[in-house]
């Protein structure tokens, strides 16, 4: 069950049938239960609170608990899998989850809404014919740096858009090192805030952003990266 990418009216990103499943649903799976029932108040503000049971999947979380997460479906009830922001399962601890309810033979329905990693590649204007998320690069600085151009290369090699994400706070060293690195005709994307007010999408090359002024300072971000012939 996808939620919003961050503080706005969920009904202006989610389909009234994400809706309609919430209301109905008891049983939830999530990372965080404090973030989760705030989705849920937003999208069924009558709702009852108390009537709310959560499963917690997060890094903290025994993998020998995950297949009790599932018992109610056994007992006839449905279960929803919530992601901190987006969809479950993509770029998200869920897939856990759902692996397991392949395993017992356990329907698995997708409901839709937004991706941040489509989202971006949406807007881009970069291959969306063959593209590859990376999820996070290595903290370390030479270690970040020899693995930007090692995607650099394969983006050359497979025409393929490489596409990855920095932990927010990080995001403005994550581009300054994307200048510093990549060829002048690189090109970069830059995904921002995505569906909210504040989003900011730009693709333009290495050359062209070391001449730009753009704050991502917390601000969750998409970037990719494509090197053409």
């Known amino acids: 069950m996808p939620t919003t990418l961050g503080d706005n009216d969920p009904l202006d990103v989610l ?7 919430v209301k109905r649903i008891d049983f939830f799976i999530a990372e965080n239960e404090k973030t989760a029932r705030r989705a849920i108040k937003k999208l069924a503000p009558e709702k009852s609170q108390p009537a709310l049971n959560f499963s917690l999947l997060n890094k903290h979380t025994d993998p020998a608990e995950i297949p009790s997460f599932l018992n109610p ?9 919530l992601s901190e922001a987006g969809c479950p399962g993509v770029a998200d601890p869920g897939a856990e989850v759902v692996k397991v309810a392949h395993n017992q033979g356990i329907q698995v329905i997708p409901m839709v809404g937004p991706s941040s990693i489509l989202l971006a590649m949406m807007a881009s204007g970069m291959n ?8 996070y690069l290595p903290i370390d600085k030479s270690e970040r740096k020899s693995e930007i151009r090692a995607l650099e290369k394969l983006s050359l090699e497979k025409n393929q858009a490489q596409s990855f994400i920095e932990t927010p706070y990080r995001n403005n060293k994550m581009l300054e090192d994307l200048i510093q690195v990549l060829s002048p005709a690189t090109r970069i994307c830059v995904a921002c805030d995505l569906t909210l007010a504040s989003e900011f ?29």
Do not use: M
């Open 201 to 229: 999408i730009a693709t333009r090359t290495a050359s062209e952003w070391s001449k730009t002024k753009v704050d991502l300072h917390k601000r969750p971000t998409i970037f990719i990266l494509q090197k053409d012939y």
């Open 73 to 81: 479906c056994k007992e006839g009830q449905d279960v929803g899998l």
């Open 15 to 21: 389909p009234a049938s994400v809706q309609q499943q």
């Open 128 to 135: 969306g014919q063959n593209f590859a998320f990376n999820g």
